[in-house]
């Protein structure tokens, strides 16, 4: 397998620090607002690499962080007059439910800053006892980034020497432009913590240090994490600051490979609240459905910037439909599963840096031949049971093609009325039962009003909206 290293900007083959065993790192949302479909694909892609990595065989520990703790969710709550507990479990319960509904898997440790505080007191005395962080006279501890000789290696930024000059006026008690909070003291009346530094609240950049000191990193091991992952833009400053503070506190290294995922564009414009073009999950979720969604985000490469359109979104779900009209043609074949070349090849193109422009090729070729092969005369038993074990491997690898074929093709279609017509379906039956052809006919006839076609089987009676 091999991954693009953002660090050493080369692909790389991946070979983890301990055997099978491998520790992901995630920087996870701010629970302070809606998911948007930046929140979504980033999601996703660690999703599609967490999958690709256990087909692989190997034995992988996720994590994903959760951000409580920030100055923009207790703005929130005193606008709102909320308690800021109310505010992130809110926020982290709609984020866990919009990330199912795309098929995405919860994280194996899923940490939250509220809960880490121990870990990030730890942390920062370590700075501080190695002269890597100083406290001011206000009592802010902050990180001395010009005694790390390896800072801004991680993102090959060269400072200006107006960033590296001692004292900068209206820079407060900061020796350098440069140094990032690891502790902000608070003295008023908004939300504190006590600390062994006094009352105030976290630095961002510590809280994934040192979720990863406490959850992922091992005595004696070189990296902190095998993988280290995010939206390209925690490269800097988030990632930079947060691989300075894991050297020169611990004796290793925060992570061997560092991998980025590109923006989300909406019509070419990178999303951004700022712009006011920022489009929010949920409301895409209220449109199109979660697998569809999946599909369209995971078809551009994971490094590349994607742009956000409905014309793509609308050509993308025609790609996947093809998928499920050959599962429905294969509808109440019973399923096995059986190794095949296809499923081969598609493995070996996502372990090639999550390649997923061959793969999506791959699955084109195979569905199309199998239509062509199921048009031809003949039982095609094996073709058959092959065909739908491989579409199975879709599910389990990219995460999309695994549901019934008639309830797919059932959506766009409001709740309310679903359960009109299964009550429909559900009388035609009875009627049938009874022998009451004439009802029964009159029955399928209103079904058929709805603008859906049925489908009677062994299994039962389908439909699916025309």
């Avoid at 930079?240 to 590109?262: F, K, P, S």
């Avoid at 995460?399 to 035609?428: H, S, W």
Wanted: one cysteine or more; proline letters at 2%; glycine letters at 6%.
């Amino acid at each position: 397998m091999t991954i693009y290293d953002s660090v050493q900007k080369t692909k790389r083959e991946f070979i983890p620090q301990d055997g099978n065993r491998v520790s992901l790192y995630v920087c996870g949302p701010t629970v302070y607002d809606d998911a948007h479909l930046g929140h979504a694909k980033s999601a996703l892609v660690f999703d599609l690499l967490t999958r690709v990595l256990k087909a692989n065989g190997y034995d992988v520990t996720y994590a994903r962080n959760i951000t409580d703790i920030d100055d923009k969710i207790i703005k929130k709550a005193i606008e709102q007059k909320r308690e800021i507990k109310e505010i992130t479990d809110f926020y982290t319960n709609a984020y866990h439910k919009e990330m199912a509904q795309l098929g995405i898997s919860r994280p194996d440790i899923e940490p939250k800053a509220t809960e880490s505080l121990e870990a990030m007191f730890a942390l920062i005395q370590k700075l501080i006892d190695s002269k890597h962080a100083y406290v001011t006279v206000d009592g802010d501890v902050y990180f001395d980034t010009a005694s790390d000789n390896d800072y801004l290696s991680l993102s090959h930024r060269v400072q200006e020497e107006s960033e590296k000059q001692n004292r900068v006026e209206n820079s407060s008690e900061k020796k350098n432009t440069a140094d990032f909070a690891l502790w902000k003291s608070v003295k008023d009346d908004t939300v504190t913590f006590n600390s062994p530094f006094g009352a105030g609240r976290p630095g961002w950049h510590v809280e994934c240090s040192a979720m990863i000191e406490k959850h992922l990193a091992k005595d004696g091991a070189k990296f902190a994490v095998d993988i280290h992952g995010g939206g390209a833009d925690l490269l800097f400053p988030h990632h930079e600051n947060e691989a300075a503070q894991t050297r020169c506190a611990t004796n290793h290294t925060l992570a061997n490979y560092w991998m980025h995922n590109g923006f989300v564009n909406i019509d070419g414009e990178k999303m951004s609240k700022s712009l006011g073009n920022s489009f929010f999950l949920k409301d895409a979720l209220k449109v199109y459905d979660g697998e569809v969604l999946r599909f369209y985000l995971l078809s551009t490469h994971y490094r590349s910037n994607f742009n956000f359109n409905t014309e793509d979104l609308a050509a993308s779900k025609k790609r996947l439909d093809k998928i499920y009209r050959v599962k429905k043609r294969l509808f109440g074949l019973a399923y096995k599963p059986i190794k095949t070349a296809f499923q081969e090849e598609l493995l070996e193109t996502l372990s090639d840096d999550l390649n997923i422009s061959a793969s999506l090729a791959l699955v084109d070729a195979m569905i199309a031949k199998a239509n062509e092969s199921l048009d031809m005369p003949g039982k095609h038993k094996e073709f058959k049971a092959q065909t739908l074990s491989n579409i199975a491997y879709i599910g389990e690898v990219l995460g999309f093609g695994a549901k019934n074929p008639f309830e797919y093709f059932q959506l766009g279609v409001d709740e309310a009325t679903k359960e009109e017509i299964n009550a429909l379906i559900m009388q035609r039956d009875e009627a049938k039962r009874a022998k009451d052809f004439a009802t029964s006919d009159k029955i399928r006839d209103e079904i058929l009003s709805y603008g859906v076609s049925i489908m009677d089987t062994p299994q039962g009676t389908f439909w699916e909206k025309i």
